[in-house]
């Protein structure tokens, strides 16, 4: 659990029940009555007579304060079960209706909500506006979910004014968070776990070449990097697996570079940047994709020798690297493969060489490449037991050397 960097005054209340006992997966803004201070709200809500409080709360001038830590349960939407899991946020506003509130409080609210989001491992903010739909709704890992005080209490807060910018609050901060487009936003938390890319990578290429690292290790790296920028690591590795043939090293690029996304690397030979280490080259690589993916500031020193050359947030989504990270317009499209290869993948289920098949055709071909166009060699008619040494396109190779086989007319044994 971690506060938002965005306060600029933090005045903790004792008007709190202590750590929240559910996940945040909610927000709840609303409107504060008056044009108050960070100050004034914070001297408020320290008073145990004030009975209230708020995690946050925002100015006429879209600062952030901050009174109840977020990883606490405030005392704020008149429901103990919306605080357990809701972010509360109270906005300056308007004494009478509609309660308006500044442009600036209303694009603090937005940088705060993409803040509070980002920082849990949210992809999208949700606001339904129907309150039996929103608090029936259980939200996926990726979702946060707006709900607001008027469902829990007979009162008008947020008032109408927020009330009608709540779709446009969320529709401005998935924009920021990248799914507006329904792309795969490269910020926020991965969901391929470590040693499911490892066994990935090693059914993709039994001797992958690395250096200093082994295969489990290398892909907790691009986890934990991930983690550190708030990059999701997964999709990192799978772009890595593009970029380097599954770690085969077959282009211009070396294995001793410890490059694996092809920084620098601009083609025509053009070997590219190098790095001292694994940890070091994958650090670079979630830098730059992070430049692509958002305007925030590295949490790490910089090692990444290209950072500064990207239009920082310029790419979101994993669709808008094809023709800015890679001159090609299908690159995107290449990653989003492996990767929906590798978050299907089974360990173990994948043909681990070799194994046995039985056919179950009467009559089956044996042709001298994977596909029907290669030539015939032979035919098995015996439906008997084969061994297979390779597969590819639904076709294995016999260990006989006669040729390649359709799997479809075959049971593994
Ligand atoms: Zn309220």
Redesign the pocket.
């Known amino acids: 659990m971690s506060n938002s960097p965005l306060v600029k005054h933090t005045k903790l209340s004792p008007n709190n029940s202590g750590r929240r006992t559910h996940g945040i997966d909610r927000i709840t803004i609303?409107?504060v009555v008056g044009h108050m201070s960070l100050q004034g709200l914070g001297d408020w809500f320290a008073k145990t007579s004030t009975q209230e409080s708020s995690n946050y709360g925002i100015d006429d001038s879209g600062q952030v304060g901050m009174f109840v830590e977020e990883g606490n349960r405030s005392w704020?939407?008149s429901s103990k079960a919306n605080d357990q899991r809701a972010v509360t946020i109270e906005t300056a506003s308007d004494k009478t209706a509609p309660y308006k509130v500044t442009d600036a409080a209303l694009a603090g609210l937005i940088d705060l909500c993409t803040d509070i989001c980002r920082r849990n491992g949210k992809t999208k903010l949700i606001w339904f506006g129907d309150k039996a739909k929103t608090l029936a709704y259980e939200p996926k890992a990726n979702e946060m979910v707006m709900t607001v005080?008027q469902w829990f209490k007979n009162k008008s807060?947020?008032g109408a004014y927020l009330l009608g910018k709540h779709e446009y609050i969320a529709a401005e901060v998935n924009r920021r968070l990248g799914s507006a487009a329904d792309g795969t936003a490269l910020t926020g938390k991965a969901q391929i776990p470590a040693e499911k890319l490892a066994a990935f990578l090693l059914s993709k290429n039994s001797a992958p070449k690395l250096n200093g690292v082994d295969t489990g290790q290398l892909a907790q790296l691009y986890i934990s990097e991930g983690e550190a920028e708030g990059i999701r690591g997964d999709l990192a590795f799978c772009q890595s697996c593009l970029e380097t043939g599954y770690w085969q090293f077959k282009g211009d690029v070396k294995p001793s570079q410890n490059n694996f996304s092809g920084i620098g690397a601009t083609g025509n030979g053009a070997a590219g940047a190098s790095f001292p280490d694994a940890r070091t080259g994958i650090r670079a690589q979630i830098q730059h994709l992070k430049a692509y993916a958002s305007k925030d500031a590295l949490k790490n020193p910089c090692v990444d020798p290209r950072y500064n050359l990207v239009t920082k947030g310029c790419a979101p989504t994993v669709e808008e690297l094809s023709g800015r990270w890679a001159a090609d317009k299908g690159y995107a499209e290449k990653i989003l493969s492996v990767y929906k290869e590798a978050a299907s993948f089974k360990d173990g289920t994948v043909a681990k060489f070799p194994y046995l098949v039985k056919v179950t055709a009467d009559a089956l071909n044996v042709r001298s490449g994977p596909g029907t166009s290669y030539k015939v060699n032979m035919t098995i008619r015996d439906q008997g037991t084969y061994t297979i040494v390779e597969e590819k396109n639904g076709w294995g190779r016999l260990e006989s050397g006669a040729g390649w086989i359709s799997l479809k007319y075959t049971q593994r044994k």
């Open positions: 609303h409107c704020c939407s005080h807060c947020p």
